[in-house]
Nanobody, 116 residues
Framework: VHLVESGGGLVQPGGSLRLSCAAS????????MSWVRQAPGKGLEWVSL???????AHADSVKGRFTISRDNAENTLYLQMRNLKPEDTAVYYC???????????WGQGTQVTVSS
């Protein structure tokens, strides 16, 4: 299993970014996938999840601003982030679902910094 995130960077408050996660080594379309983030000095925070059928869930902190999606033909997971806030600054990881509300593989992460 290999997960590679990309798309992070420095953005001003109110700006947008789209993160991507290229997946390989497993049947991507059959697993739920998540985005999880870790802010400086803090623990892991679950952000968004998408099931194999396409249903989604988002943490209250990002609801209405972030959208998770997937392209099963391209084995790619996305996170569209809008109206970014300084508190969204974190390393963002994509993670492969395992069992019920667990994850067994993670990418290396991509840094998102929201600052003026």
């Amino acid at each position: 299993v290999h997960l590679v995130e990309s798309g992070g960077g420095l953005v001003q408050p109110g700006g947008s970014l789209r993160l991507s996660c290229a997946a390989s080594g497993f049947t991507f379309s059959t697993y739920y996938m998540s985005w999880v983030r870790q802010a400086p000095g803090k623990g892991l925070e679950w952000v968004s999840l998408i099931w194999s059928g396409g249903n989604t869930a988002h943490a209250d902190s990002v609801k209405g601003r972030f959208t998770i999606s997937r392209d099963n033909a391209e084995n790619t997971l996305y996170l569209q982030m809008r109206n970014l806030k300084p508190e969204d600054t974190a390393v963002y990881y994509c993670a492969k679902g395992f069992g019920t509300w667990a994850h067994d593989y993670w990418g290396q992460g991509t840094q998102v910094t929201v600052s003026s």
